[in-house]
């Protein structure tokens, strides 16, 4: 591989890296900042230039963080919002044959239309809060708070917690002759750990029942991940995520998922927390978030390339290379005992079975138009998984001839390989795609920018080319 770095430039040391500069680039920035300081949470660190990059500084974004926040504040908008959401939710005690997503749309949905209302009514100073908490109890707390304690959940969460009953008793996270379909296992073993609280604490009290709930902590991973991310791609150190996490939480996008099963949620988070911890140049703590993502399910895997291609643009070769010994070293560690001891049983229920190629079909469906095409038998099944592989090709071929630049442009490209795979996988929800929308959502809120490009250091020389990294 050819190095994009030039000879003769020393590496960067800086708050973007987390290291402490060097004194040479010390007094050049002490030198360069005597007419005006730069304003604090932006870097004064050089920027690698590569190869076919234009060096004029990018045009400012047509949507700047200032107007998507004050088209955020206004009552209209978020009236809208409030609306949508609630006629979301009451579709499901209509259309849903699954009791537990009848009982979320009962009790979100006037949950939603209180908060348009408290939009609408309220001061705007206090308008967006209010809204926001009302819809959280009414969306998240009060029906998961319901469903814990009466133990009702979806599937996958009664599989996560056997898996990690098997795993303490038998060593294995996998039954060896599924039967039925809650008899598959679809998830890598590091996905047993969310079950390990149930038990360690049973289910004999009412606290128990609701600590013990993987879904409890499917959703502190999530959360911790969004805002540890949100910490590294921050411009500045005077906003709190928490009415925009607040949101994006009790949005139906999360909070169905949340309170019904909410498997999916660490994966969100952790995706999102590698690709802000890439950018930083944190490459030890992103190759252990990779491999954790890597070790929950094998549709995280795309995430290692393109985190690694990421600092492998800004940083050069060792920090990539660092990033990625660590990724695929720490997930062989977990995962190879089970492909030593249960080949079999993890291929046939980690790979075939949530592709739809074994004889106990997957219960996730959704008129995607993968499962469309694969309702029509083999033929239809086949030209699905030649359409996803056909694609994913093409957003390969993209990420090699542009690699991402910015945190950003990396979850976009995350984003879009995961759409396309789930739409035009023979087996899908449309749940599985608030894992791109969030990544496309989430590094956004935090950088406070919607472009996917790098900020340009005010201060800068227009048309200066931005400095390489030295060689090494």
């Not at 537990?100 to 209302?117: D, K, S, T, V």
């Not at 890598?188 to 709930?213: C, E, I, K, N, W």
């Not at 906003?239 to 949005?251: E, N």
């Amino acid at each position: 591989m050819v190095s994009t770095r030039t000879p003769g430039f020393s590496r960067p040391r800086g708050r973007f890296t987390g290291r402490r500069r060097t004194p040479a680039q010390a007094s050049a920035t002490e030198a360069s900042s005597r007419a005006g300081r730069p304003p604090r949470g932006f870097s004064t660190r050089p920027f690698p230039r590569q190869r076919g990059e234009s060096t004029f500084p990018p045009t400012p974004d047509r949507l700047s963080a200032a107007g998507l926040a004050e088209l955020a504040s206004m009552r209209t908008v978020q009236l809208l919002g409030c609306l949508i959401a609630a006629g979301w939710a009451a579709a499901f005690p209509l259309v849903s044959d699954l009791a537990n997503q009848r009982l979320w749309g009962l009790i979100a949905a006037p949950a939603y239309a209180l908060a348009g209302l408290l939009c609408l009514t309220l001061p705007r100073r206090v308008a967006a809060h209010a809204a926001a908490s009302v819809a959280l109890v009414g969306a998240v707390l009060v029906p998961l708070g319901l469903l814990a304690l009466h133990g009702r959940h979806q599937s996958e969460v009664m599989v996560v917690e056997r898996s990690a009953h098997l795993l303490l008793t038998t060593g294995t996270a996998y039954l060896p002759h599924p039967v039925v379909v809650t008899d598959y296992n679809p998830y890598l073993p590091a996905m047993s750990l969310f079950g390990m609280p149930r038990q360690l604490l049973g289910d004999s009290t009412a606290f128990a029942r609701v600590a013990g709930d993987a879904r409890i902590w499917f959703a502190l991973t999530f959360f911790a991940c969004l805002l540890a991310a949100w910490r590294l791609l921050r411009p500045s150190r005077d906003r709190a995520p928490l009415l925009p996490l607040a949101v994006l939480t009790a949005s139906p996008l999360i909070a169905l998922a949340l309170v019904v099963g909410g498997v999916d949620l660490p994966l969100i988070g952790v995706c999102c927390l590698a690709m802000a911890l890439a950018e930083r140049d944190r490459t030890v703590g992103a190759g252990l978030v990779l491999a954790l993502a890597c070790t929950l399910k094998w549709t995280a895997w795309p995430a290692l390339p393109v985190a690694v291609l990421l600092l492998w643009r800004l940083y050069g070769r060792r920090p990539a290379a660092r990033t990625a010994l660590i990724g695929v070293g720490v997930s062989a560690v977990v995962i190879l005992p089970s492909v030593v001891t249960q080949a079999d049983a993890l291929a046939e229920q980690v790979v075939r079975f949530p592709l739809g190629m074994t004889a106990i079909r997957t219960p996730a469906g959704s008129p995607l138009p993968g499962k469309v095409l694969a309702g029509f038998g083999p033929v239809g099944h086949s030209i699905s998984m030649a359409l996803m592989t056909i694609a994913l090709i093409g957003v390969a071929i993209w990420l090699l001839a542009r690699p991402p630049v910015s945190a950003i442009a990396a979850a976009d490209l995350l984003a879009a390989g995961l759409a396309i795979a789930f739409m035009l996988a023979p087996a899908g929800r449309f749940g599985y795609l608030a894992l791109p929308a969030v990544l496309m959502i989430w590094p956004r809120l935090a950088a406070r920018r919607w472009s996917s490009r790098r900020p340009v250091p005010p201060g800068r020389v227009r048309g200066r080319p931005l400095p390489a990294l030295r060689r090494g």
